[in-house]
T-cell receptor, first 115, second 112 residues
Framework: DTEVTQTPKHLVMGMTNKKSLKCEQHMGHRAMYWYKQKAKKPPELMFVYSYEKLSINESVPSRFSPECPNSSLLNLHLHALQPEDSALYLC??????????????FGEGSRLTVL | GENVEQHPSTLSVQEGDSAVIKCTYSDSASNYFPWYKQELGKGPQLIIDIRSNVGEKKDQRIAVTLNKTAKHFSLHITETQPEDSAVYFCAASISAGNMLTFGGGTRLMVKP
């Protein structure tokens, strides 16, 4: 099983809503990532979890709140978002947790629209 | 921090022709250089990678070359097919970090 599964695939929310994006992998990977991708742009790193601990936060606004309940699951909690936060949110995982040396496995993404 | 520049931003070729995409990086400590392919509606997928102790790597129709002195690396696709049409991203990273720095992407269109 070499898949990273993201739900939901599409999400529309108002600026006052609270919603969550979910990501799951069963490859035994020890690092998990959230990326944000705007149209015609490369993925931008938001957060990295290594061995279930937050290791990198790329100065992301607090309206985005990550959570790693266990080594297979990664959530991104959304609250009071702005229309400019509309984007494709990609989850990824990699085998190593203590230093990046190999392939990132990406999910298909959750396309978020903030009205 | 690392900065990766990628050219061209769009590339249109006839089926069967070759395609070349070039990237330059700024941090001489970078030692891992992957290439990702992103098809419409999907996440990026690794297609080939190279480490700094190797100058060239080939996998069927795809090859990557690395020039550490000049700090640039290139993706070569031969005998292009319509299914090669996608956005391609180069990236660079330093081992012992947890970050990839992506280039800006190249939209490759292969015309049948």
């Amino acid at each position: 099983d070499t898949e990273v599964t993201q739900t939901p695939k599409h999400l529309v929310m108002g600026m006052t809503n609270k919603k969550s994006l979910k990501c799951e992998q069963h490859m035994g990977h020890r690092a998990m990532y959230w990326y944000k991708q705007k149209a015609k742009k490369p993925p931008e790193l938001m957060f990295v979890y290594s061995y279930e601990k937050l290791s990198i936060n790329e100065s992301v606004p607090s309206r985005f709140s990550p959570e790693c309940p266990n080594s297979s699951l990664l959530n991104l909690h959304l609250h009071a978002l702005q229309p400019e936060d509309s984007a494709l949110y990609l989850c990824a995982s990699s085998q190593e947790g203590g230093g990046f040396t190999g392939e990132l496995f990406f999910g298909e993404g959750s396309r978020l629209t903030v009205l | 921090g690392e900065n990766v520049e990628q050219h061209p931003s769009t590339l249109s070729v006839q089926e069967g022709d070759s395609a070349v995409i070039k990237c330059t990086y700024s941090d001489s400590a970078s030692n891992y250089f992957p290439w990702y392919k992103q098809e419409l509606g999907k996440g990026p997928q690794l297609i080939i990678d190279i480490r700094s102790n190797v100058g060239e790597k080939k996998d069927q129709r795809i090859a990557v070359t690395l020039n550490k002195t000049a700090k640039h690396f290139s993706l070569h696709i031969t005998e292009t097919q319509p299914e090669d049409s996608a956005v391609y991203f180069c990236a660079a990273s330093i081992s012992a970090g947890n970050m990839l720095t992506f280039g800006g992407g190249t939209r490759l269109m292969v015309k049948p």
